[in-house]
């Protein structure tokens, strides 16, 4: 076939890639290579390789996914003999079912044999709206690198042929101090023409001051048409950066001199009372019973540690198997001591020590738990886990998971947004202070899976129609605020996502599901590649993180 083709046309490069050596083809061709690998067959002939390499197929897009594709990018760029790949698919393949509401797959016409879901693995959606793993690829791929560096903005351009031209850069520069973000200065100024692969540098524009009280300091150029053409209208955005330009240390929670928490004890109960808060806590269980903020409940079901998340189909190949098998979703705790205790100046601390363990299953944490309870009503949760026995070497997650009731309906945020992003899916979002609702904080995948974080938090508030509830940072060892986490809240359990079939089989709660992740493994494409890299994994390891949760009220 080879030789007939080539005798018929000899301009067209022949590509099969059953043809490991490429004895018969134009290209080395390979499917889902793992990084390391891809890496070691670029090298493999020097400069002076014979034929390129192409990757027929790699990051999957099958549901919420796929992850690590910068770091594709980043070789494709590298490494003269990789010419780039096929993202596997472009679109998802469900057929729209009237009567029933959703887009359909193998399985649902009672067909036998059938592939599943696996015809769901495009960039974009059944009905060819942008998915999430389409937005993510554009920023990957985008044909214009910027950079900040110092007072210059440095722009790369990537096109092997294409000169910049006919564009502008808008620069924003804005401030976020704890609560709220300002913009302090805006412009926009033509972009330089640029000949293919090559690099200019552009001064930024003086811009005001930054005050010395501002937390972060950030600055966003974004590179965009100046008029219209065929394929987008004025103002469509090429590429974008984002630059940190300054920051400071954000204080731990202030000591309020004349405010000391009240406690009362009894039998199986402490109490304790501030301004605006309550907490009932129980001694037996080593758990809140009850806490109220400005006379309503906080939660429904109390904070607690918890490692389990809804599997992506990228984690249904094996991941999540071995995180069934180790009982991650049904973590149990066996309480060896509480102790209350004063602490710093105007405030106490209730200090659980208990063993939380897997059910029926050789392992678990030795843990430390600490509630420390300020005068001004803020709480800080502190976990110090060691793990022991058989446990597994990953887990999805490690946070806390605690439900809300209905009233806590506003959800504001200083972080990755506005949608959804993980370890290894966030180049897209950028940083920001966002609001949504928890309705809008879920992603509707056509399978319903894993979905909703946000990742590189640095603040979360979670309200009520009336502006009462609170706010959530993360304290690092040196008591400092600040340091990122991840989060979702959402009106669905895990367990109600992990039943699901499609979307219509999610039936909307009342209750507020927030999770907070000290760390929240990456998505990865291994249902049909490689697995997720290992630096966007969770390792099961000692571990300590502290959430600290302040008091907010319509007035502040």
């Known amino acids: 076939m080879y030789e007939y083709a080539k005798g018929h046309d000899p301009t067209r490069l022949v590509h099969y890639e059953g043809d490991r050596k490429a004895e018969t083809t ?14 070691k067959k670029a090298l493999a002939e020097g400069d002076n390789f014979t034929k390129p390499i192409i990757l027929c197929e790699y990051a999957m897009a099958l549901g919420n996914g796929p992850g690590a594709m910068q770091e594709y990018q980043e070789r494709f760029y590298k490494f003269r003999r990789l010419q780039g790949g096929f993202v596997w698919e472009f679109s998802n393949l469900g057929l729209w079912m009237e009567d029933k509401g959703y887009f359909a797959y193998g399985g649902d016409f009672d067909d036998f044999p059938n592939d599943g879901t696996f015809t769901m693995d495009g960039l974009v959606n059944s009905a060819h709206t942008g998915g999430r793993g389409l937005v993510e690829m554009k920023k990957v791929v985008e044909p ?27 620069i924003t520069v804005f401030t976020f101090n704890g609560r709220k973000d300002k913009t302090v200065f805006q412009c926009t100024i033509p972009c330089p023409l640029i000949q293919p692969m090559e690099t200019a540098t552009v001064t930024l524009p003086l811009f005001p001051t930054i005050p010395e009280d501002v937390l972060q300091c950030w600055i966003t150029i974004s590179l965009q048409l100046d008029d219209a053409t ?9 590429a974008w950066c984002q630059h940190l330009l300054s920051h400071r240390d954000w204080l731990g929670t202030p000591i309020m001199i004349n405010n000391q928490p009240q406690v009362r004890e009894s039998k199986a109960f402490y109490e304790i009372q501030c301004p605006n808060m309550f907490i009932r806590f129980d001694q037996i269980y080593g758990r809140m019973a009850e806490w109220k903020l400005h006379n309503r409940l906080v939660f429904t079901s109390a904070p607690t540690l918890a490692a389990w998340r809804p599997p992506t189909e990228n984690d249904m190949k094996r ?3 071995i995180w069934s098998e ?16 004063p602490a710093a100046a105007n405030s106490v601390k209730i200090t659980v020590v208990a063993y939380i363990g897997a059910v029926i299953r050789d392992w678990g944490f030795n843990a430390s738990i600490e509630y420390t309870v300020y ?28 439900t809300l009731p209905s009233h806590f309906s506003a959800v504001d945020w200083f972080g990755c947004g506005p949608e959804e992003s993980y370890a290894d899916k966030r180049n897209s979002q950028k940083v920001g202070l966002y609001s949504r609702t928890p309705d809008t904080l879920h992603t509707e995948y ?14 979360l508030q979670v309200t009520d129609t009336h502006g009462n509830g609170f706010s959530v940072t993360r304290v690092n060892e040196s ?27 999610l039936k909307r709660r009342d209750e507020v599901f927030l999770r907070l992740d000290a760390a929240h493994a990456g998505l990865g494409t291994e249902r049909c590649g490689p697995a997720t890299l290992e630096k966007y994994r969770v390792l099961c390891k000692n571990t300590r993180f502290t959430f600290s949760f302040e008091p907010v009220s319509q007035e502040d």
Not at 145 to 170: A, E, P, W
Not at 326 to 341: A, D, E, K, P, Y
């Open 26 to 39: 134009d290209m080395s061709s390979y499917m889902y290579l793992e990084l390391d690998n891809l890496e």
């Open 144 to 170: 214009v690198k910027m950079t900040v560096d110092r007072g210059d903005i440095l722009l790369h351009n990537l096109h092997d042929f294409h000169m910049l031209q006919g564009l502008s850069l808008n």
């Open 230 to 238: 065929a394929w987008a209208g004025k103002g469509h955005e090429i």
């Open 319 to 321: 991941e999540a198997a």
């Open 326 to 341: 180790h009982f991650l979703g049904n973590l149990q705790w066996r309480i060896i001591s509480v102790l209350l205790q």
């Open 375 to 402: 005068g001004d009503g803020t709480v800080e949760i502190s976990y110090f886990l060691q793990p022991r026995g058989h446990y597994p070497k990953h887990l999805p997650r490690l946070g806390i998971d605690m």
């Open 446 to 459: 056509e399978f319903p899976q894993e979905n909703g974080n946000r990742a590189g938090t640095r603040w």
């Open 479 to 505: 008591g400092h605020k600040g340091d990122e986490f991840d989060f979702t809240a959402q009106h669905y359990t895990a367990s109600d996502i992990e039943a699901a079939r499609h979307p219509t089989d």
